[in-house]
């Protein structure tokens, strides 16, 4: 017993920096978006390079569900391991390839092109991370006598993406405090590409190590493909997933888009914001194992059914905290904002992965995930529009409430799902 939990601490932990690492390398485009901007398009209209940079932002969400697919077929047929392994290298290349690109200043329009192909990189691989991450440990967990620990090791995976969002914040912060606007836009932008693809370089060594899950192992391989199979025989079940993941997702893509947001809405200091969000992020990366193991004594379903609800109910009072216009009521603001994420997050992937058979785990899974993120990747965008049209800040949680709305809606139902064995 004592060999099959060190093993599974050791899935875990390169699990999870894996997440950490590829969600580091993908979010931190969102969060440089001022710069980027300036770097990759025409500087004539500051607002337009913003939109257009988060536009391409949204082109690697769009990349993620055929990323999704692709790896999850990958798991599915061929194994779980493999899929992680070409996965982690594409990431890899992407990243470190986007830190060397040209400037419009240097390239002109093959700049911005550039710059989408790689994000389309980037979101192909980070289609099938989180989602093969998930299954990956939840099968490891399902083993006997390690079921109790299944909410527990789920949420670490949850919270090595809020360590890698960390990560980037913190990057960030001493990118900015270190460096002013011209030197960041002149060289600096590139550093924290860089620094992602030599930590891909150290993941892809250590997760070429991990072991195939006992639950893939001993199942029939059935021919056919299970993409196909998911959407003919399964369909209610993806219906399910992608109304499920609405919140989850509308929630951490517009953490991301806080930067520019309350920087540029309610007048708070870039350094400071960036100072927030570690902060934040620091109290996600605790609170996530505390709920998860908190989720293994109680019912998960109606854990998501209370972070939907309570949020729907206090979000509005929530942005109230940005008109006062003090650190800490921005620090207060991200705090929360980081809870809902923390709830909802530590039951989340342990009841999706259980919606769906072996056969079609990671398919599924990666589809419901990825396809609701590439939808939400047009958030940044479709708020910024709004924001210019209706002239109030409110917007904002106007939108997030009735997504969460959707995901409450949606967990009522699962209260009765009787989920798969993870077998």
Request: aromatic letters at 14%; glycine letters at 8%.
């Amino acid at each position: 017993m004592k060999t099959k939990t060190n093993a599974l601490r050791k899935i875990t932990l390169w699990a999870s920096l894996g997440s950490m690492v590829e969600y580091y390398d993908f979010v931190v485009y969102a969060m440089m978006a001022k710069y980027l901007g300036a770097v990759f398009f025409e500087s004539g209209n500051a607002q337009s390079a913003i939109i257009q940079t988060f536009l391409v932002f949204a082109v690697g969400y769009f990349a993620r569900p055929f990323g999704g697919v692709l790896f999850g077929i990958i798991g599915d047929v061929y194994g779980r391991k493999r899929a992680f392994l070409a996965l982690t290298g594409l990431m890899t290349v992407s990243t470190l390839a986007l830190g060397l690109l040209p400037s419009f200043e240097k390239a002109g329009i093959l700049a911005p092109i550039l710059l989408a192909i790689c994000r389309i990189m980037q979101g192909l691989s980070f289609g099938g991370e989180l989602p093969g991450a998930a299954t990956i440990v939840g099968e490891f967990s399902s083993t006997k006598g390690q079921q109790r620990n299944q909410g527990w090791f789920s949420s670490l995976i949850i919270a090595s993406t809020s360590m890698g969002a960390l990560v980037a914040s913190l990057v960030l912060f001493l990118l900015t405090t270190a460096l002013d606007d011209v030197q960041i836009i002149s060289w600096g932008w590139r550093l924290p590409f860089i620094m992602g693809g030599i930590a891909g370089v150290v993941l892809l060594m250590g997760r070429s190590k991990l072991e195939e899950t006992a639950v893939f192992k001993n199942q029939t391989i059935l021919p056919g493909n299970p993409f196909i199979d998911l959407l003919k025989n399964n369909f209610s079940l993806v219906i399910k997933g992608i109304c499920l993941t609405n919140f989850f997702a509308a929630m951490i893509v517009v953490n991301l888009y806080y930067p520019y947001y309350i920087s540029s809405v309610f007048g708070y200091r870039p350094g400071d914001v960036y100072f927030a969000t570690t902060i934040s992020l620091v109290f996600s990366v605790f609170a996530l194992p505390v709920l998860g193991k908190m989720s293994d004594s109680t019912n998960k379903v109606r854990m998501l059914a209370y972070a939907t609800g309570s949020y729907i109910v206090l979000s509005f009072p929530l942005f109230g905290l940005l008109y006062i216009g003090s650190l800490w009521s921005l620090i207060l603001f991200l705090i929360v904002h980081q809870f809902f994420i923390a709830l909802f997050g530590s039951a989340y992937f342990s009841v999706l992965t259980t919606l769906f058979h072996v056969k079609i785990r990671y398919t599924g899974v990666a589809f419901c995930y990825n396809f609701v993120f590439a939808l939400m990747a047009l958030l940044p965008s479709l708020l910024t529009g709004l924001l210019d049209y209706a002239h109030t800040p409110m917007v904002v949680p106007l939108v997030l409430s009735c997504l969460a709305f959707v995901s409450f809606l949606s967990s009522i139902p699962l209260s009765d799902h009787r989920p798969w064995k993870m077998i």
